[in-house]
């Protein structure tokens, strides 16, 4: 207890996450058994990481009005642990196993079309999904009063299926951890497939699942129907019609040769002590790779608008851990420190105050944290960074679909600029680029986009590798404030706190 009270703390040792058992839930009756259709939206994410969320509970308990003879009876069969641990664990599966009869698709397991071109399908075999139980030394009060600030130990916490190579074909498409801390609290770690699901989706799907836990009809039924998606004639017209992102604007490439040309005329005397010609290659370098029409160029490869480009866009994206490794390698996830930081609404208004009117309260949080970052990150003259925010796209497409929909639909919009720009001008000019291009996409079609992924073998990492955005330090936006992640009630009140495990790029 009190090394995880100094762990806690800030010191000592870490407190220990012990497995005690993992089993399979299998849905609570058959479901149907044909293979389920996979959009382009769904498939383009066959190389990223599982989305990995747990939630906190402070006191969970079954309600008595929930109990039932399989529930009593299961207590007995479990072994150790507190009976009312037991009791909530039993529950909990199934629970989940009666939500799985509306949400099956969860039970199948990745798999390609042995016809060319070999399309993602999801064999619903009725395999089921994984659910494991855990313990860990400490109680979650500690946490509570820490305000749920992010701990190493809580990776532990959360599944991490392997989806690289093979793995892509046999993992569970969702796992599910439930951890009881020593006072009776609960933490439930939650790992679901990126193909499967958008964050949208996992949301409506977990506040499904408390809806069953606590014994009612489910209020909002899943639309998984993803042929609404399909693309029947995929057009290389249509494809070419779609950017990965807009680049640097006229201005900005103006600004970075500026930039480039300041670094290039140093005096003389900051010179000493290192030889001329080694300083010579360094800023002929630093020069030709911050260089305006090289970064056009580079920009335009990755546009898909050329017969040049899309030969090499037209890559064999067949799943391949080389893309995985490649991306692992740009970002070490074991170099990424997570914090949690509260922003007030008083704290909010002032920053809307400083921008200006007319911007929401999410282009300005972007615009503030992507200064702070860029301040923090000391880019050098000519470096530029990006910052890339996550669209719905449920509502936009020629035939919306409800929010209900159960599967993948959304596009990004990314803003590219100069790293120096984002930490000197006023934060309204920084948030007015960003309300800018996420106006812009908004107003867009995501219709060419599909065009291109299915023209593409619906793989987005050879041209994420070719990119310069890969070598960039900018700022990715995950999840969103306005999904039910604290709507997620299984009968014993709302999550004391939601959080995400560390996220690798992949």
């Given at each position: 207890?009190?090394?995880?009270?100094?762990?806690?703390?800030?010191?000592?040792?870490?407190?220990?996450?012990?497995?005690?058992?993992?089993?399979?839930?299998?849905?609570?009756?058959?479901?149907?058994?044909?293979?389920?259709?996979?959009?382009?939206?769904?498939?383009?994410?066959?190389?990223?990481?599982?989305?990995?969320?747990?939630?906190?509970?402070?006191?969970?308990?079954?309600?008595?009005?929930?109990?039932?003879?399989?529930?009593?009876?299961?207590?007995?069969?479990?072994?150790?642990?507190?009976?009312?641990?037991?009791?909530?664990?039993?529950?909990?599966?199934?629970?989940?196993?009666?939500?799985?009869?509306?949400?099956?698709?969860?039970?199948?397991?990745?798999?390609?079309?042995?016809?060319?071109?070999?399309?993602?399908?999801?064999?619903?075999?009725?395999?089921?999904?994984?659910?494991?139980?855990?313990?860990?030394?400490?109680?979650?009060?500690?946490?509570?009063?820490?305000?749920?600030?992010?701990?190493?130990?809580?990776?532990?916490?959360?599944?991490?299926?392997?989806?690289?190579?093979?793995?892509?074909?046999?993992?569970?498409?969702?796992?599910?951890?439930?951890?009881?801390?020593?006072?009776?609290?609960?933490?439930l770690g939650v790992a679901a497939s990126h193909v499967v699901v958008d964050g949208l989706s996992l949301w409506n799907f977990m506040?499904?699942?408390?809806?069953?836990?606590?014994?009612?009809?489910?209020?909002?039924?899943?639309?998984?129907?993803?042929?609404?998606?399909?693309?029947?004639?995929?057009?290389?017209?249509?494809?070419?019609?779609?950017?990965?992102?807009?680049?640097?604007?006229?201005?900005?490439?103006?600004?970075?040769?500026?930039?480039?040309?300041?670094?290039?005329?140093?005096?003389?005397?900051?010179?000493?002590?290192?030889?001329?010609?080694?300083?010579?290659?360094?800023?002929?370098?630093?020069?030709?790779?911050?260089?305006?029409?090289?970064?056009?160029?580079?920009?335009?490869?990755?546009?898909?608008?050329?017969?040049?480009?899309?030969?090499?866009?037209?890559?064999?994206?067949?799943?391949?851990?080389?893309?995985?490794?490649?991306?692992?390698?740009?970002?070490?996830?074991?170099?990424?420190?997570?914090?949690?930081?509260?922003?007030?609404?008083?704290?909010?208004?002032?920053?809307?105050?400083?921008?200006?009117?007319?911007?929401?309260?999410?282009?300005?949080?972007?615009?503030?944290?992507?200064?702070?970052?860029?301040?923090?990150?000391?880019?050098?003259?000519?470096?530029?960074?990006?910052?890339?925010?996550?669209?719905?796209?449920?509502?936009?497409?020629?035939?919306?679909?409800?929010?209900?929909?159960?599967?993948?639909?959304?596009?990004?919009?990314?803003?590219?600029?100069?790293?120096?720009?984002?930490?000197?001008?006023?934060?309204?000019?920084?948030?007015?680029?960003?309300?800018?291009?996420?106006?812009?996409?908004?107003?867009?079609?995501?219709?060419?986009?599909?065009?291109?992924?299915?023209t593409h073998d619906n793989c987005l990492t050879p041209l994420w590798l070719s990119s310069p955005m890969v070598h960039y330090n900018?700022?990715?936006?995950?999840?969103?404030?306005?999904?039910?992640?604290?709507?997620?009630?299984?009968?014993?009140?709302?999550?004391?706190?939601?959080?995400?495990?560390?996220?690798?790029?992949?």
């Open positions: 207890m009190s090394a995880a009270r100094s762990a806690v703390d800030g010191g000592g040792t870490e407190p220990r996450v012990k497995l005690l058992s993992r089993e399979t839930v299998l849905p609570a009756s058959p479901t149907p058994g044909d293979p389920f259709f996979l959009s382009c939206l769904d498939i383009m994410w066959q190389d990223i990481h599982y989305n990995r969320r747990f939630l906190f509970y402070s006191r969970p308990c079954v309600p008595a009005s929930l109990m039932t003879d399989k529930t009593v009876s299961a207590e007995d069969r479990c072994s150790g642990g507190d009976s009312q641990a037991s009791r909530l664990l039993q529950h909990l599966k199934r629970s989940l196993s009666l939500c799985l009869v509306e949400y099956f698709c969860w039970c199948g397991r990745l798999a390609r079309a042995a016809d060319p071109p070999h399309r993602f399908y999801i064999d619903c075999n009725d395999a089921g999904v994984e659910f494991t139980e855990a313990t860990v030394d400490m109680p979650l009060s500690l946490l509570a009063r820490d305000g749920f600030q992010m701990k190493p130990f809580f990776t532990d916490l959360c599944p991490a299926p392997d989806h690289r190579g093979s793995c892509l074909f046999s993992s569970p498409l969702l796992t599910i951890q439930a951890t009881i801390f020593e006072d009776g609290g609960l933490s506040a499904s699942w408390g809806e069953c836990s606590r014994g009612l009809q489910l209020s909002h039924a899943p639309v998984l129907d993803r042929k609404r998606l399909a693309v029947a004639t995929p057009s290389i017209e249509k494809a070419n019609q779609w950017r990965f992102c807009s680049g640097l604007n006229k201005q900005d490439q103006v600004d970075v040769q500026a930039e480039i040309n300041r670094k290039v005329e140093l005096p003389t005397e900051k010179c000493e002590g290192k030889d001329r010609s080694d300083l010579s290659s360094s800023i002929t370098m630093e020069k030709k790779e911050a260089d305006p029409s090289s970064l056009e160029e580079r920009e335009q490869h990755v546009d898909g608008g050329t017969e040049k480009d899309r030969d090499a866009n037209e890559l064999d994206c067949s799943h391949s851990t080389s893309h995985v490794q490649h991306l692992t390698d740009i970002k070490p996830v074991n170099d990424l420190v997570q914090c949690v930081l509260v922003m007030s609404d008083s704290a909010i208004r002032r920053l809307k105050i400083e921008a200006g009117e007319g911007y929401t309260s999410l282009e300005v949080l972007c615009a503030h944290f992507w200064q702070r970052i860029s301040i923090a990150k000391k880019a050098g003259p000519g470096e530029c960074t990006y910052l890339l925010v996550p669209i719905n796209y449920r509502d936009r497409i020629k035939q919306p679909l409800p929010a209900t929909y159960f599967g993948n639909v959304i596009g990004y919009s990314v803003v590219v600029t100069i790293a120096s720009k984002i930490r000197e001008q006023p934060l309204g000019a920084t948030t007015s680029r960003i309300h800018a291009q996420l106006l812009a996409d908004k107003c867009g079609s995501i219709e060419p986009f599909m065009h291109w992924l299915e900018g700022v990715n936006v995950a999840s969103s404030p306005w999904f039910p992640a604290y709507e997620v009630d299984f009968g014993w009140d709302k999550p004391a706190a939601v959080r995400a495990a560390k996220v690798s790029w992949i």
